[in-house]
């Protein structure tokens, strides 16, 4: 599945940015999907998960609080609710899916879809 995420920018520290990952020609529905971020120098990690069906979420200890994934089935789109952010939020941000059984593993390993990112700046 082809994945699109929108809504990266330039914010403030303290600000808050949306993030919304779509897929063209495929539906998320059935799609456990995923959140991650890569800073400059630094590994790709795990940033937040919802399952298929929205009913079960998972967050990295240092955004907890902050933010929220959700899903929108019927508009097909996954979004990021990110609230609070430091300048150590700032990464690009990817948005990944995978089909059946998700463990709720953090490992990007577990996805197999990916989107192309989308650049958030938090300044101080």
């Known amino acids: 599945v082809q994945l699109q995420a929108s809504g990266g920018g330039l914010v403030q520290a303290g600000g808050s940015l949306r993030l919304s990952c779509g897929a063209s020609g495929r539906t998320l529905s059935s799609y456990n999907m995923g959140w991650f971020r890569q800073a400059p120098g630094k590994e790709r990690e795990f940033v937040a998960a919802i399952s298929w069906s929205g009913g079960r979420t998972y967050y990295a200890d240092s955004v907890k609080g902050r933010f929220t994934i959700s899903r929108d089935n019927a508009k097909n789109t996954v979004y990021l609710q990110m609230n609070s952010l430091k300048p150590e939020d700032t990464a690009v941000y990817y948005c990944?899916?995978?089909?059946?059984?998700?463990?709720?593993?953090?490992?990007?390993?577990?996805?197999?879809?990916w989107g192309q990112g989308t650049l958030v700046t938090v300044s101080s």
């Open positions: 990944a899916a995978v089909g059946g059984y998700y463990s709720g593993s953090y490992s990007a390993f577990a996805f197999g879809s």
